[in-house]
């Protein structure tokens, strides 16, 4: 082994090869990470784009159906079954516009356009008035603790609201619902919680719900699937999390953060 000392000199140059060694692999693994990233973007867009266009579409022909599945009805005149029939076709009908409907709205939803510094007291009160109906004919009660001025898109905000209070009357027990919505703060984010008192989510179906068409129940609770996977990606796109706490029996209670 070579044990004559090396020259300041010497060490430098290595010291200097091994630096420039480190940035050249550095360099490649940025690079990598940013052509993995333009890749995941585009395979992104263009499924927004592929579910954009299938809804819109399928529109038409939806249209057509609808109009003649009634004026077939019209045409059945006293004939029980064939009525009972077209009903069934009409209700097919409309249960396949709602999920177009909100398969366009999920595939049109990127990262939040503009944000506006706005109370989240506004925002709920929006949400609340496009569910009005809803709210008044299932007797809910809607309270709300103190909640924040902060920058967010309120449009978006606005569908977080109305479907997780959709769903809290939705998916309601026995007793008629009870919704409280909270604000709290921690480290740099608040967190903002909707709790209910309806039929409550086993945890092993905790993660599952947030994913698009992922429902617990079938057609006896009308739905699309896609409202908590439509809150997760206005959540997400904010900087946030959403998540549920639920034992399954004592109702839910959904969360997100929103950074401060
Ligand atoms: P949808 O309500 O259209 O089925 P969502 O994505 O909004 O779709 O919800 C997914 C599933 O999560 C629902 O089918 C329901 O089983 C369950 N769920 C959502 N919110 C609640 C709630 N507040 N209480 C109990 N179950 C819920």
Same mark, same amino acid.
């Given at each position: 082994m070579d044990s004559t000392p090396k020259s300041l000199d010497q060490e430098l140059k290595e010291a200097l090869s091994e630096n420039e060694r480190l940035r050249k692999?550095?360099?490649?693994?940025?690079?990598?990470? @940013?052509?993995?990233?333009?890749?995941?973007?585009?395979?992104?867009?263009?499924?927004?784009?592929?579910?954009?266009?299938?809804?819109?579409?399928?529109?038409?022909?939806?249209?057509?159906?609808?109009?003649?599945?009634?004026?077939?009805?019209?045409?059945?005149?006293?004939?029980?079954?064939?009525a009972e029939f077209t009903s069934f076709l009409l209700e097919g009908v409309a249960q396949m516009q709602n999920l177009i409907e909100a398969l366009l709205s999920y595939s049109q939803t990127g990262p939040p356009a503009r944000r506006t510094a706005i109370s989240l007291t506004s925002v709920l009160q929006w949400g609340l008035l496009n569910v009005e109906r809803l709210v008044r004919e299932s007797g809910a009660q809607v309270t709300h603790g103190d909640?924040?001025?902060?920058?967010?898109?309120?449009?978006? @905000?606005?569908?977080?609201?109305?479907?997780?209070?959709?769903?809290?009357?939705?998916?309601?027990?026995?007793?008629?619902?009870?919704?409280?919505?909270?604000?709290?703060?921690?480290?740099?984010?608040y967190v903002i919680s909707v709790r209910d008192n309806g039929i409550g989510i086993e945890p092993k179906y905790h993660q599952q719900i947030f994913a698009p068409?992922?429902?617990?129940?079938?057609?006896?609770?009308?739905?699309?699937?896609?409202?908590?996977?439509?809150?997760?990606?206005?959540?997400?796109?904010?900087?946030?999390?959403?998540?549920?706490?639920?034992?399954g029996e004592n109702g839910s209670v959904f969360k997100f953060t929103l950074p401060m």
């Open positions: 692999s550095l360099d490649e693994c940025v690079a990598a990470r @940013m052509r993995a990233e333009q890749a995941a973007r585009s395979a992104s867009e263009e499924l927004q784009q592929f579910a954009y266009a299938a809804g819109h579409d399928l529109k038409q022909p939806l249209r057509s159906i609808s109009l003649y599945a009634e004026l077939l009805r019209r045409e059945c005149g006293d004939n029980q079954q064939s909640l924040p001025v902060i920058a967010v898109d309120e449009t978006q @905000m606005v569908r977080v609201f109305q479907n997780l209070i959709t769903n809290a009357v939705q998916y309601r027990g026995s007793e008629a619902p009870k919704i409280d919505v909270r604000a709290a703060e921690e480290d740099d984010n068409f992922k429902r617990l129940h079938g057609r006896e609770v009308a739905g699309t699937g896609l409202g908590l996977a439509l809150c997760r990606k206005i959540i997400e796109g904010h900087g946030g999390r959403i998540w549920v706490e639920s034992d």
